[in-house]
């Protein structure tokens, strides 16, 4: 009877914790959906590929169901801007093929069908060399995938520790007494912001120094710009955390946010290539902020890019932090009254 009783009680309890169901039940299926949909890709990709002074039979063969040639007056600055993933020259009968060294996984797929393309042309005596056009030297997959992971990393962290420390001052009354003193709400949110942003800048540095001095992960851009790329993820995730645990009643319960807000962003942080994927997965991607943190560290690290080139991911994670900062502004308003 003992044991009936208590199998009664977890049952009910179960069934009246609608937030638990749904992460038993709901949460499983969406990372499952997303895992389909990353994985479920053809193989071969679609690349472009400038085509510089390569003759036109050449061309023609190389050029296929998965290969467009490009003509292009800028092929270099097309191929920095992404609008193309090689350019492909031809000296003294060889092929050169520069390709873009950012992204590993597209690299060796068009190296192999462009190889395929070439065995089946008439003219043995044309050679193929691949030369890398970013300088980084890269050569393990960790080192591609470095950069997102400290993007990644950082903003897992940050949004689970804020969160919950952010819940446990509302739930040990620390919030209730500062209520009762003449601060204002959103005075309260700055300084939480900023206290919790103090060791945001250590865990920052921590990890940035650790990846690129004692891990070796390569870096040809600003390590100031990489650490403030990674200030502005952890203040995205500091926000975002704050704001999501209005909506706990304790650790559990917000520990319960981490497979449906932060294991979903993975799959769009670059860790998994979505050329193939439909076009409403990209639309997806566009509300992430690890998007534009992980890629905005990819091209400071990998690329050697500036502050310019980076300017935009930087302004659209500003623009996250500012809207979660507006949000947790109103819930705190309501929560006050």
């Avoid at 100031?224 to 706990?248: D, E, N, P, R």
Wanted: no cysteine; glycine share 6%.
């Amino acid at each position: 009877m003992k044991i009936t009783a208590i199998i009664t009680r977890i049952v009910q309890q179960f069934i009246r914790d609608k937030r638990t169901l749904a992460l038993l039940f709901l949460a499983p299926l969406l990372i499952l959906i997303l895992t389909w949909v990353v994985l479920d890709q053809e193989a071969a990709g679609d690349y472009a590929i400038a085509a510089v002074s390569v003759p036109e039979p050449v061309v023609e063969k190389i050029e296929g169901e998965h290969i467009e040639m490009v003509e292009t007056s800028t092929p270099y600055a097309d191929l920095a801007d992404g609008e193309v993933q090689a350019v492909l020259t031809l000296e003294d009968q060889q092929l050169q093929l520069t390709v873009d060294n950012s992204q590993p996984n597209a690299e060796k797929a068009l190296f192999m069908q462009l190889q395929r393309a070439l065995s089946t042309t008439n003219n043995t005596n044309i050679a193929l060399e691949v030369t890398d056009y970013y300088q980084a030297e890269v050569e393990t997959t960790f080192d591609y995938v470095g950069p997102v992971l400290i993007g990644y990393f950082a903003f897992f962290f940050v949004f689970l520790v804020g969160g919950i420390s952010f819940l446990r001052e509302k739930s040990q009354g620390t919030m209730e007494r500062l209520f009762a003193t003449p601060i204002r709400s959103w005075e309260i949110i700055i300084g939480y912001l900023a206290g919790f942003g103090v060791f945001a800048i250590i865990q920052s540095i921590v990890v940035i120094a650790f990846s690129v001095y004692v891990l070796s992960i390569p870096i040809q851009g600003s390590v100031l710009l990489v650490m403030f790329i990674t200030l502005m993820l952890a203040l995205t995730a500091l926000t975002l955390g704050m704001l999501l645990s209005t909506f706990a009643k304790n650790e559990f319960q917000m520990m319960q946010f981490i497979p449906i807000v932060i294991v979903p962003q993975a799959f769009f942080s670059g860790l998994f290539s979505l050329d193939n994927a439909p076009a409403w997965v990209e639309g997806i991607g566009r509300i992430m902020p690890i998007k534009y943190g992980a890629s905005a560290l990819t091209d400071v690290m990998i690329k050697g890019n500036g502050f310019g080139e980076v300017s935009l991911d930087l302004l659209i994670l500003f623009g996250f932090s500012s809207l979660f900062f507006i949000l947790n502004l109103g819930t705190l308003i309501a929560y006050r009254k």
